[in-house]
């Protein structure tokens, strides 16, 4: 991960010229990131609402939610920041591919953007409701069980399902 020192900038404040540490968040300028996808939530198809807001706080928490919203947008092929976008493209989109399951991989892979790639995942999983996500929270509180596990476990695991 990126230090304040790493991305620190000269900042001139007024007519004081005080320099200061600044953090630079540009998400087309490839950081000293280095940061590998969280693999505690892996895409099964089933589990979308989970996986999409632990990779949106993951990718946000790099500064690089643009490439998937659209927002940092992809220059001309032959302009001079083409490269540095593309390697930040395919970082992003490396994230959102390694955090599937091996079996749905091959629907995504092929797609050229990280955006294309975020928005066919949503397109294909998520229903437009929460009907399917409360069936799912229903049967996973009817299923578990204390099973000896400490009360403070199981609480957490009751609560993480609420």
């Known amino acids: 991960m990126a230090s304040l020192e790493d991305s620190a900038v000269l900042k001139l404040e007024g007519s004081s010229r005080t320099p200061t540490n600044t953090p630079v968040l540009n998400p087309v300028v490839i950081q000293n990131d280095a ?8 895409l099964n198809g089933s589990n979308y609402p989970l996986w999409s807001k632990v990779l949106e ?48 991989i091959g629907f995504f892979i092929h797609l050229r953007t990280a955006k294309e790639v975020w928005e066919e995942v949503a397109r294909t999983y998520y ?19 204390q099973e000896g596990r400490p009360v403070g476990v199981y609480y957490a695991d009751l609560k993480s399902v609420w």
Do not use: C
């Not at 940061?35 to 892996?42: E, G, L, M, Q, Y």
């Not at 437009?128 to 049967?139: A, M, P, T």
């Open 35 to 42: 940061s590998a996808v969280p693999n505690t939530v892996k």
């Open 57 to 104: 706080m993951h990718i946000a928490g790099r500064g690089r939610k643009g490439f998937v919203t659209g927002s940092t947008e992809e220059p001309a092929e032959n302009s001079a920041g083409y490269e540095t976008w593309e390697t930040g493209n395919a970082i992003v989109k490396g994230w959102l591919i390694n955090s599937m399951e091996p079996a749905i």
């Open 127 to 145: 229903d437009g409701s929460d009907i399917s996500q409360i069936y799912e929270l229903k049967v996973k509180s009817f299923r578990l069980r």
